[in-house]
């Protein structure tokens, strides 16, 4: 057996591993330190309360030189396949007024975060959400995180229940066993939860040539845990809602000819986080590693999750990740030490449908009778502003209907199984409350776009995300229209900083936080999340936006082919070509209204004073200049 840390690090082990192995199976030092009246846990106990599902932040507009931060917790809930009971959700939605900062964030791994906890109201708000058929245990740390599926209910669609079904049963398989959780939160009380499959309960305790810790309290991870956070997706063939290529571990259902579970091609090494300008650090996209029927699924898991656990770098976070082992040691290495854990050969993979992607909005049938309801939630915030009472309405839907309720992982909710004659008073909600339900009515741009929450809440936050990416789709839509791209639209994500929380890497159009007000971007991923970008640019400062992308799309309107999108425009074209183009490119292209535009010279401090201003206003030079000679000419 190859015991973790000790026999495959030659290297220190980091701080984290040390406190680990201190906690006593992810105790201390939370239990001590959440019995003492302070408005902030220290930094060890930060490490291991993250085991269960809380980050300690703090409000980073209210920072203010020399005083105390305004320390807070976030929550995170786990709850595989993004299934949230209708009492869970009303749960949640009352913790966040009366603990939290009045909102509720659907995340993109299909979980719920509530902001703005204070330290004296944690126990209380995990109580809460334990009580009523939720949990936070596992949502963060160094374990096996949310397990995703794809989230639409299709009953008649046998393959999108075993999604379901392994999805949960792996989640059960890989939760930690220690008591800490209950002990600390609940006063040792363990709280009503489904009961685990059989198989599930087997295979934790099967050993195979050490794929499992004998006597350990923690069989599958041992005292150590995982070097780094791990996830997991189960889809099916076809439906890559839930970005297969991005997750450690992805499981895709195979089917019988009789529509019966056969197994599941195995998917591994994919991850986003990295780290700017440290090029050891990168995204990279899960690659095949076989098939596995679906009675030896658990220990194809299992193995998988011991190589990682026992090879897995644990002296460099930053390189801990499954994905760069798998890097290291290329897939054949990687293979092979599965297989000894599994205890026989992988089969090879079997052959798969192309990867589409959905996000399942409006109404829609179940195939049973009952019907099921999408809906968008920008940037996976539920909140009420302005005329959008998006909170109320949600609440007043699972009051009054008592619906469960499936989260996307493009942070959009499902309603489900609703009786048809609730159709019509579900969508008077609705109306009232200002929700759009059809999603041919949500703008394009904005249905298919992800941001992280960033500032303020997030502490690795290089500048804005959520906050900032309603204002820049805004933009982008308007120099879409000007140049004559009315109907094109695209998957544009952003994110505060490199780690990749919404994804980025695999969008076509990807922001991703490189200093104050300034974005890397990454062109070139496709529409269906199968292929990852690369970075074009590396600090565009917000203002240029528009500046910087009007050459890209001139050149992608001249040059696409019919029905191309955009990313796949970049990504065929190439990035040297698109640059060639830029450096050549004048404005007085061909405008939306075909007419071409035309060239007046202007002096150089003339110039410089526009592109000045241009950058300060964050709008285009044509169109100041545009401006400023109608209302010249206007006035004589
Ligand atoms: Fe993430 C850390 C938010 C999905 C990669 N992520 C964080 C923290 C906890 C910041 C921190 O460590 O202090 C963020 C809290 C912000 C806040 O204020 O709430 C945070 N991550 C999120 C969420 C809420 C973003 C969202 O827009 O929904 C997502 C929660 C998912 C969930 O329910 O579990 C979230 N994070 C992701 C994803 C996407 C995914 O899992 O599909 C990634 C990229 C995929 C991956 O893991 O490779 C991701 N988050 C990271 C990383 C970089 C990990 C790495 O390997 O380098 C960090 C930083 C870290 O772990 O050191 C991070
Ligand atoms: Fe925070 Fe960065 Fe993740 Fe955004 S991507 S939530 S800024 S860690």
Request: glycine share 8%; aromatic share 10%.
């Amino acid at each position: 057996m190859v015991n973790s840390v000790s026999s495959s690090i030659t290297r220190k082990p980091s701080k984290v591993e040390g406190l680990k192995e201190n906690s006593n199976f992810l105790r201390e030092p939370v239990a001590t330190e959440i019995l003492q009246d302070t408005s902030h846990f220290s930094e060890d106990a930060v490490q291991i309360l993250k085991f269960h599902g809380s980050y300690q932040q703090d409000n980073r507009d209210n920072r203010v030189k020399g005083q105390e931060k305004d320390y807070q917790m976030m929550l995170r809930t786990r709850n595989p396949g993004g299934f949230i009971a209708p009492q869970l959700y009303l749960a949640l939605d009352k913790l966040a007024d009366e603990y939290g900062n009045g909102t509720i964030r659907a995340t993109t791994r299909q979980g719920f975060q509530l902001h703005g906890i204070l330290k004296k109201n944690l126990k209380t708000a995990i109580a809460t959400i334990v009580n009523n058929l939720g949990s936070t245990l596992g949502a963060c740390g160094d374990i096996n995180r949310n397990v995703m599926a794809p989230p639409a209910p299709f009953k008649n669609r046998p393959e999108y229940q075993y999604a379901w079904e392994y999805a949960q049963n792996i989640a059960d398989l890989l939760t930690p066993q220690t008591g800490a959780y209950y002990e600390i939160w609940l006063d040792g009380e363990k709280a009503v939860s489904g009961e685990e499959h059989p198989d599930v309960k087997a295979a934790r305790q099967k050993n195979i040539n050490g794929s499992i810790i004998q006597d350990s309290i923690e069989p599958i991870y041992g005292m150590h845990y995982m070097p780094r956070k791990f996830k997991i997706c189960v889809t099916v063939g076809g439906d890559n809602s839930v970005d297969l290529y991005s997750q450690d571990l992805s499981l895709v259902v195979v089917l019988t000819k009789t529509k019966n579970l056969a197994g599941f091609n195995i998917f591994a090494g994919g991850g986003l986080g990295r780290t700017h300008n440290k090029e050891e650090t990168f995204a990279r996209v899960a690659e095949p590693i076989g098939f596995v029927a679906k009675e030896d699924v658990y220990d194809l898991v299992k193995a998988i999750v011991a190589t990682q656990r026992d090879y897995g770098d644990r002296s460099d976070r930053r390189h801990a990740r499954l994905k760069y082992l798998i890097a290291d040691w290329g897939v054949d290495k990687f293979r092979s030490k599965v297989e000894e854990y599994f205890g026989k050969p992988i089969q090879a993979s079997r052959e798969l449908i192309r990867f589409k992607y959905y996000d399942f909005l409006g109404w829609q049938e179940q195939g049973d009778g009952k019907l099921f309801l999408g809906i968008s939630i920008q940037n996976g915030r539920v909140k009420n502003e302005g005329s959008l009472q998006l909170k109320t309405a949600l609440k007043e839907i699972v009051t009054t209907y008592n619906l469960p309720i499936r989260l996307t992982p493009n942070q959009n909710l499902l309603f489900c199984e609703i009786n048809p004659e609730d159709k019509s008073g579900i969508q008077e909600i609705l109306d009232r409350c200002g929700v759009i339900a059809d999603p041919s009515k949500i703008e394009n741009l904005t249905r298919y776009s992800m941001a992280c929450p960033a500032l303020p809440t997030c502490g690795l936050a290089i500048t804005e995300s959520e906050r900032a990416i309603p204002g820049i789709i805004d933009r982008i839509r308007k120099l879409l229209d000007r140049l004559g791209l009315q109907k094109e639209h695209f998957v544009i994500r952003m994110t505060g900083c490199p780690n990749g929380c919404a994804r980025p890497y695999m969008a076509e159009l990807g922001f991703v936080g490189s200093a104050p007000e300034a974005y890397q971007v990454w062109l070139g991923g496709c529409p269906n999340q199968t292929r990852l970008a690369q970075p074009f640019t590396d600090k565009l400062p917000d203002s240029e936006i528009e500046s910087f992308l009007e050459p890209i799309f001139i050149f992608f309107k001249k040059l696409k082919t019919p029905k191309e999108r955009f990313g796949d425009f970049c990504h065929r074209v190439g990035f040297d070509a698109i640059r060639e183009f830029i450096a050549n490119y004048r404005p007085g292209e061909p405008t939306s209204s075909g007419k071409s535009r035309h060239r007046v010279s202007l002096g150089d401090e003339m110039y410089l004073q526009l592109k000045e201003t241009a950058e300060k206003e964050g709008r285009p030079m044509t169109e100041l200049v545009n401006e400023a000679l109608t209302k010249y000419l206007q006035s004589l």
